[in-house]
Each structure stands twice: as structure tokens, then as C-alpha cells.
């Protein structure tokens, strides 16, 4: 006995001192799986005025969450899936989803081994959606950011659901601060937005900057992202369209058309909508919003005092965002059609500052940015402001104000980077209490 | 066999101490030290590691020879032995009388005993208590913190605001001009407002960045330290310098760089970073220096780590800061 115990206490030694780390190999038995969280069809979820979510919930990661009386949609919440604003897919019968499980491997493998079937190969080039750049990318994935993003990319990872606002769910293609034109239809962002997000991370989130990794890996990371996007998007949209809901019974059974050979009519849907998605990544790369050149010289190169010309900008800024106009533009009055247009006080409630809580079109809460705390989530160098007002804030109902005049976006940029600044409102003459 | 605890113990005691001496050779040691103060805490941790190491090695050494020298011995059913011949023979030849006797007297008086080990410990933890105050006084006694000059013989440090959260490093650089100002401008009232409100108060203009600190050698920064969540810890291992931040609290660390390991080699080009030298093409760990995070701060905290950058003159500071303001402007007609 005496002679077993060192013996013993030697080998529970060894396999810590030799276990260290594995190789990559991923186990083939993760997958991504078919969601079982609810889709959200539409942000109109329920009133205004909620608090945010309380620390450790998310509002709907299964349909029955709804049911609790904390959450904040259990008011509407028996009506919320037969008015078809969420959907439950787990209501789907087991045997579809296999198939459909078993399709969506075929052409986006698993997180050990992912990839992106049934795109061209242009798409692939430019989308840099090859295998060994989503493998590595995977990888940096699981190790960064999953314990926050989730495998699937849903945003629901074990931390996710402790901050406010919550990850990124990334299957609905949806992405918030881009510089990419969304005055008519809400595109996905730029391979270089997403770079410059994990570069800075968002700042006033719990979303990290990601700027000690190497140029190569955060490429590496984007090609993974929007991988995962295109998953989930391809699998949300799949979801929505192969399937009738039935309020009566609860279910969702495939479609009249598809009941014949539910594969191949899965298979064919999804194959369009992974081209189609795609199709639309790649159209977003060249889809920059044209900013033209900035208008004003702010400051006096003697004096270092503002100038006028600036002062009259930020003043203009103020009125338009107020949407105050006269009938004729005139100094710093824009005319009323400008400043109904731009009218930003009608989220931004007092500047932001008692601004209420909404659904967003993932289905959590967001509120309007309190402006006067100076922090940008999506960047504070002017241009990223711009950006903003110009194509508005995907997801979160911030809508694109892209037909005010340029320089009146401008004027708005000004304004708005002024307010947090006492020194500056006071040299800007501009009032807001 | 009971003995082979004694060996098991043993053989763990000569690793350890064997991982120790060979530490330095594989880059596990201390970083070298780089700011004008660290010397004082090298010198410090050397003299604490002495005393300790000596003692410790003293007795586990002991405690290994008296375990394996005197375990119990089923067979021969005896609990206690004779003292090791090799020691007595050894202490027998070599100790003088005179002192053979006091050692006797004070082994046999448990009292005395207690009262050496208590009191020689007691004793060598006030001389350390002592001699450190030095150091401590330049590191952390806020009455020697760099200030703005009042004086033109004096320099005006550096100052940024850092703000820890999780799991990152936010920090904020005055502007160009505003910097030029406090360098240049010294005893001016207004501009000491000024240089005092940078902490509080968030300027439009303010140069922020995430996880590079940047400042020049030779001139002494101070840093304002703050965290917007839990405690987290600022570490500049190659500065000896490490702080917690505290919710709600704004502490300042300071130092002085005595090397620095970023060039930039001209007005718009890249900087020397990352162990990286683009004319030699030299690759070199030791020019990467870590900012990282010494408190266990939740899950990301093995990623809390940022760069610092020291850079050669006051000069190439300043061109940094220019490039990074610039790249924050919004596009102008030519
Ligand atoms: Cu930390």
C-alpha cells in the first residue's frame, strides 16, 4: 500500500505535465446543427419602454422562454408566434431536420472543417471563402470569440448572454457599423468594415479589440464570419420559406411543393440562396459610400479659434437635428423639407439622453445613443459618423438619412461629435438643456 | 518503504530548483529592465530571492535527509534512530568547543529555540521593510510623481489616460498641439489647468487607441490609470512597473524608459515595431514589449495584452501622434 501511493500520486502527476495541448483536430462529431432558437420575423416585438434584459438572460433562446413573466415579451407573448413576428423551429418534424441539417453540412461542413460549397469562383476569390483560410480562421474563432459569438455564429455563447448589448448573432446577415451604401436595401458590410470592427472593437460593448493579432489572422477571421453568416442566413431564410406554419396545430411542415422529395427541393433552395447571399457579399464590396469631401475649414490657422464657417456648421447641425427648418433655408436654418428629413430628436430623444428601449431586429433591446457621452460604437473619426447618419445602423433601426444633402450630413457630423463637449458647445454657442 | 516519500520529495525539490537555475537560459527569466527606476527593484528581488532560496533550499534539503534518514522502518519495527554518522562525525570534527556548547544549550532550551527562529526572520523582514522604502518612494509616492514643469530647467511629463475593461487597454493621447503646448509652455498658469484637467475631462480632440502605448525615451510619462468594469492590473514588465486599477478610482504610475524599441524611419513611414526591423530585416522577440493585465479579470484576461512602444526622441513621438491624427481626418478637397 505505502509503495502505491507515491506511485499513484506520480501518475496523476504525469498526464498534466504531458497533456499540454492536442493537435487542431477538431472532433468531426461538432457540428453546426439546425437552430432551435426562435426566428425573429420582424423588431416589432412589443411596446417600447422595457428595461434592458437583466444580466444572464436573452430574451428568446428557446420559445418557451417567452413564457416566463420576467421576459420582456411575455405580454404578447402567446400571440408572438401565431401573428408570425417568431417562429419556432423546433417545431419542425425530426425527419426534416436531418435532411435539412444533413443539406446545410454538404455545403458548409462543420466548425472542424468548414466550408462554402455551390459559390463561383470569383465569389470565392473575393470573398477569400477557401478552405485553408475558413479551417484557420475557424480555429481563431474558437479560441476568441466563441465563448461570446456562439459555434454557429447565433451570438449566444456562454457569455453572451451576461452583456448588453449582446453579441453579434451573425445569421442574419446583418452587420451594424459598415461603410457600405444601404440607402435602399440593407447589404452586409465590406470585408474591410469587419476588419476595422475586430481591429477596434466596438467601444461602450463588451466587443473586444482584436489589434494584437497579426494583419493575416483577422483576414483569416472575416473570411470565417462571413462564412458563418452566410450560413445561418441561408439556413434562416431556408427555414422561412421550405416551411408553413400552422397556428392551430403548432407546426411547421414543409411546403405543398416540396412534399414529394423534400431533399431535392431543400437541396435546390438552398443551393439559389447561398448564390444569391453571396452574390450580395461580394456586391457589397464595392458598394463604398461615396462621402464627398469635407467642407468646412475648422479652425483659424493664426488664432486656433473656430471659425465662423464651422460655428454656422454645428449650429445648422443642431437645427436639423431638432428638426427645426424654416420655410426657406437661410444661415444656419435649413429649409422645413431638409429638417423633417433629418428630425434625428425622434429616437434620439433629448439628445439620446431619455431615449426609450426597443426590440431590434435580432430581438434584443436597443436604445437610440444618449449622444452626449462621447463614446461611437462604430468609430468616432468623422467619417465613421458619417457613415452612420448616411446609411443608418443596420439591425438596430437607426434608419439611413442618405438623402439629406451631403453637407448637411456634414453639419450633422459636426453637431453631433460638438455635444459631448461642454468647452466646445459653449465656443459653438449651442444650448441643449 | 516509506522512504520513497523522502525520494519522491526530493526529486520534485531538485527539479524545481534545477528549472530555476536553467530559467534564465530559455527566456523564462525576468525581462530586461528598461526604465530608470529598475534597477532599485531588481536589486530588491535579487537580494529576496537570496535569502529565500537559501533558506528554503536549506531546509527542504534537511527536511529530505531527515524524512529518508529517520522514516519508520516496518521490519525493524523502530521509530527513531541515531542521527546521520556522516553529520555527526562532520560536526563532531569540525565545530570548535566553545561553540559546540552554546548550540547545546540552545537545543536543549525550547524556549531559546523559539525564540531564534522567530526573531532572526523578524529581523531580516525589518531590514527588507527598511531598505525598500526607496524604492517604493520613486515608484508609487504620489509627492514624487513627475508634474508639469514649473521651471524651464524642468520637463513636463508625458501624460495619458488609460482605461482598463474587459479585455482591453483604452487609451487616450493629448492632441498634437495641445501636447506641443505642455511641452513648450512651462509655468503658465493656464496651461497647468489645462495639463491637470486632461485626466477629468475628455477632449474632442483627444487621440485614442486601443491597446499601443506609446511614449519616448528618456522623458518621464505618467499615466491615469482607471478601469470601467473589475479590477485589473497594469503590468510593464520591462518597466518594473505594475498598478491595479481600481472601479472608481484614477491612480497615477509613472516612469522614466531608458531604451527604446521603435523607430520611425520617416515622416510617413512605417514604424520599427513588433521585434521587427524593416532594414535589416531582423526578427528580435526582446524589441516586443507587453502591456498586459496581472489580475485574473474573467475570461479574456489571458488576451489583455497591449504593446508598448518607446520611441527614440520626443520628435518621433510627435511625427507618431501627427500620423495617427491625420488618419482621423475627415477627407478634404486637395
Ligand atoms: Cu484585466
Same mark, same amino acid.
Given at each position: 500500500m505505502t509503495k502505491i501511493l507515491p506511485l499513484a500520486a506520480f501518475a496523476l502527476l504525469a498526464p498534466i505535465v504531458l497533456v499540454g495541448c492536442g493537435s487542431d483536430g477538431y472532433s468531426s462529431a461538432i457540428v453546426y446543427g439546425v437552430r432551435t432558437d426562435p426566428l425573429v420575423l420582424d423588431d416589432k416585438l412589443g411596446k417600447?419602454?422595457?428595461?434592458?434584459?437583466?444580466? /444572464?438572460?436573452?430574451?428568446?433562446?428557446?420559445?418557451?422562454?417567452?413564457?416566463?413573466p420576467f421576459n420582456p415579451m411575455y405580454e404578447k407573448g402567446a400571440s408572438l408566434f401565431k401573428d +408570425?413576428?417568431?417562429?419556432?423551429?423546433?417545431?419542425?418534424?425530426?425527419?426534416?431536420r436531418r435532411t435539412l441539417s444533413k443539406i446545410l453540412q454538404a455545403y458548409f461542413g462543420r466548425p472542424g472543417e468548414p466550408q462554402v460549397a455551390g459559390v463561383d469562383s470569383t465569389a470565392t476569390r473575393i470573398l477569400k471563402l477557401d478552405q485553408d483560410t475558413l479551417s484557420a480562421g475557424s480555429q481563431l474563432y474558437r479560441l476568441h470569440c466563441l465563448h461570446c459569438h456562439g459555434l454557429? /455564429?447565433? @451570438?449566444?455563447?456562454?457569455?453572451?448572454?451576461?452583456?448588453?448589448?449582446?453579441?453579434?448573432?451573425?445569421?442574419? @446577415?446583418?452587420?451594424?457599423?459598415?461603410?457600405?451604401?444601404?440607402?435602399?436595401?440593407?447589404?452586409?458590410?465590406?470585408?474591410?468594415?469587419?476588419?476595422?470592427?475586430?481591429?477596434?472593437?466596438?467601444? @461602450?460593448?463588451? *466587443?473586444?479589440? !482584436?489589434?494584437?493579432?497579426?494583419?493575416?489572422?483577422?483576414?483569416?477571421?472575416?473570411?470565417? #464570419?462571413?462564412?458563418?453568416?452566410?450560413?445561418?442566413?441561408?439556413? !434562416?431564410?431556408?427555414?422561412?420559406?421550405?416551411f408553413d406554419y400552422d397556428p392551430a396545430k403548432g407546426t411547421l411542415s414543409i411546403t405543398e411543393d416540396g412534399r414529394d422529395?423534400?431533399?431535392?427541393?431543400?437541396?435546390?433552395? %438552398?443551393?439559389?440562396?447561398?448564390?444569391?447571399?453571396?452574390?450580395? =457579399?461580394?456586391?457589397s464590396q464595392t458598394k463604398t459610400i461615396a462621402a464627398p469631401s469635407y467642407p468646412y475649414a475648422d479652425f483659424d490657422k493664426e488664432t486656433r479659434a473656430m471659425t465662423a464657417e464651422l460655428k454656422e456648421s454645428i449650429q445648422r447641425g443642431q437645427k436639423l437635428f431638432l428638426g427645426e427648418g424654416a420655410d426657406k433655408a437661410k444661415g444656419v436654418m435649413p429649409s422645413k423639407e431638409e429638417a423633417k428629413k433629418a428630425n434625428c430628436v425622434s429616437c434620439h430623444i433629448d439628445y439620446g439622453r431619455q431615449a426609450r428601449y426597443k426590440f431590434d431586429a435580432w430581438g434584443t433591446l436597443v436604445k437610440a445613443q444618449n449622444l452626449t457621452n462621447p463614446i461611437r460604437r462604430g468609430g468616432d473619426r468623422p467619417i465613421d459618423v458619417f457613415y452612420r447618419i448616411h446609411s443608418g445602423i443596420n439591425g438596430s433601426g437607426m434608419v439611413a438619412h442618405s438623402k439629406l444633402e451631403p453637407n448637411h450630413i456634414w453639419d450633422l457630423v459636426n453637431f453631433v461629435q460638438t455635444l459631448p463637449f461642454p468647452a466646445m458647445r459653449k465656443a459653438a454657442g449651442i444650448e441643449i438643456d | 518503504m516509506g522512504k520513497w516519500w523522502s525520494i519522491l520529495f526530493g526529486v520534485t525539490m531538485i527539479a524545481c530548483t534545477l528549472l530555476f537555475v536553467v530559467s534564465p537560459f530559455v527566456g523564462w527569466w525576468l525581462p530586461e529592465g528598461v526604465s530608470t527606476h529598475s534597477w532599485s527593484v531588481d536589486l530588491l528581488f535579487y537580494f529576496i530571492l537570496g535569502i529565500t532560496g537559501f533558506f528554503f533550499i536549506l531546509t527542504e534539503a534537511l527536511m529530505c535527509i531527515f524524512m529518508y534518514r529517520y522514516c519508520s522502518s516496518e521490519k525493524a519495527g523502530r521509530t527513531v534512530a541515531h542521527a546521520p554518522g556522516f553529520f555527526v562525525r562532520t560536526y563532531n570534527k569540525w565545530t570548535p568547543p566553545a561553540i559546540k556548547g552554546s548550540i547545546a544549550k540552545v537545543l536543549n532550551d525550547p524556549h531559546?529555540?523559539?525564540? $531564534?527562529?522567530?526573531?532572526?526572520?523578524?529581523?531580516?523582514?525589518?531590514?527588507?521593510?527598511?531598505?525598500?522604502?526607496?524604492?517604493?518612494? %520613486? #515608484?508609487?509616492?504620489?509627492?514624487?510623481?513627475?508634474?508639469? $514643469?514649473?521651471?524651464?530647467?524642468?520637463?513636463? &511629463?508625458?501624460? #495619458?489616460?488609460?482605461?482598463?475593461?474587459?479585455?482591453?487597454?483604452?487609451i487616450r493621447y493629448p492632441s498634437s498641439?495641445? !501636447?506641443?503646448?505642455?511641452?513648450?509652455?512651462? +509655468?503658465? &498658469?493656464?496651461?497647468?489647468?489645462?495639463?491637470?484637467?486632461?485626466?477629468?475631462?475628455?477632449?474632442?480632440?483627444?487621440?485614442?487607441?486601443?491597446?499601443?502605448?506609446?511614449v519616448w525615451n528618456h522623458h518621464p510619462a505618467v499615466l491615469q490609470l482607471s478601469t470601467r468594469d473589475v479590477i485589473h492590473s497594469f503590468n510593464l514588465p520591462h518597466m518594473r512597473v505594475k498598478q491595479d486599477s481600481l472601479p472608481g478610482k484614477q491612480i497615477p504610475v509613472w516612469f522614466t &524608459? #531608458?531604451?527604446?524599441?521603435?523607430?520611425?524611419?520617416?515622416?510617413?513611414?512605417?514604424?520599427?515595431?513588433? @521585434?521587427?526591423?524593416?532594414?535589416?530585416?531582423?526578427?528580435?522577440?526582446?524589441?516586443?514589449?507587453?502591456?498586459?493585465?496581472?489580475?485574473?479579470?474573467? =475570461?479574456?484576461?489571458?488576451?489583455?495584452?497591449?504593446?508598448?512602444?518607446?520611441?527614440?526622441?520626443?520628435?518621433?513621438?510627435?511625427?507618431?501622434?501627427?500620423?495617427?491624427?491625420?488618419? *482621423?481626418?475627415?477627407?478634404?478637397?486637395?
Open positions: 417600447e419602454g422595457y428595461e434592458p434584459d437583466r444580466p /444572464g438572460v436573452l430574451p428568446i433562446l428557446l420559445a418557451k422562454d417567452v413564457d416566463n +408570425g413576428l417568431l417562429r419556432d423551429p423546433t417545431k419542425i418534424s425530426d425527419k426534416d454557429a /455564429g447565433d @451570438g449566444r455563447g456562454p457569455t453572451g448572454r451576461w452583456v448588453n448589448p449582446h453579441p453579434r448573432d451573425y445569421r442574419l @446577415g446583418l452587420f451594424k457599423f459598415t461603410s457600405v451604401d444601404q440607402s435602399d436595401v440593407p447589404r452586409p458590410p465590406s470585408r474591410g468594415d469587419l476588419y476595422r470592427t475586430l481591429q477596434t472593437g466596438i467601444d @461602450g460593448t463588451a *466587443m473586444p479589440a !482584436f489589434n494584437m493579432l497579426t494583419g493575416d489572422d483577422l483576414q483569416n477571421l472575416v473570411s470565417y #464570419i462571413i462564412h458563418l453568416s452566410l450560413r445561418g442566413k441561408v439556413e !434562416f431564410e431556408t427555414i422561412k420559406k421550405a422529395d423534400v431533399y431535392n427541393y431543400i437541396d435546390a433552395m %438552398v443551393s439559389e440562396f447561398v448564390s444569391l447571399f453571396a452574390k450580395d =457579399w461580394v456586391e | 531559546k529555540i523559539e525564540m $531564534a527562529w522567530t526573531v532572526l526572520p523578524a529581523v531580516i523582514l525589518l531590514w527588507i521593510a527598511f531598505a525598500q522604502v526607496d524604492a517604493w518612494a %520613486v #515608484i508609487k509616492y504620489q509627492s514624487r510623481m513627475p508634474r508639469y $514643469a514649473e521651471k524651464n530647467q524642468e520637463f513636463t &511629463p508625458l501624460q #495619458i489616460d488609460v482605461t482598463a475593461r474587459q479585455w482591453e487597454w483604452r498641439e495641445r !501636447f506641443v503646448e505642455w511641452m513648450t509652455r512651462k +509655468g503658465d &498658469p493656464e496651461i497647468l489647468k489645462d495639463f491637470q484637467s486632461f485626466a477629468k475631462i475628455e477632449q474632442k480632440d483627444d487621440v485614442k487607441l486601443v491597446n499601443e502605448l506609446h &524608459p #531608458i531604451k527604446h524599441n521603435t523607430i520611425r524611419l520617416s515622416a510617413d513611414g512605417d514604424v520599427w515595431i513588433d @521585434g521587427y526591423n524593416p532594414d535589416t530585416k531582423a526578427q528580435d522577440r526582446n524589441q516586443i514589449w507587453d502591456l498586459s493585465c496581472a489580475e485574473l479579470c474573467g =475570461w479574456g484576461h489571458y488576451r489583455m495584452v497591449g504593446r508598448l512602444y518607446v520611441h527614440e526622441s520626443q520628435q518621433d513621438f510627435l511625427d507618431w501622434l501627427k500620423s495617427v491624427e491625420a488618419k *482621423m481626418l475627415p477627407p478634404r478637397a486637395k
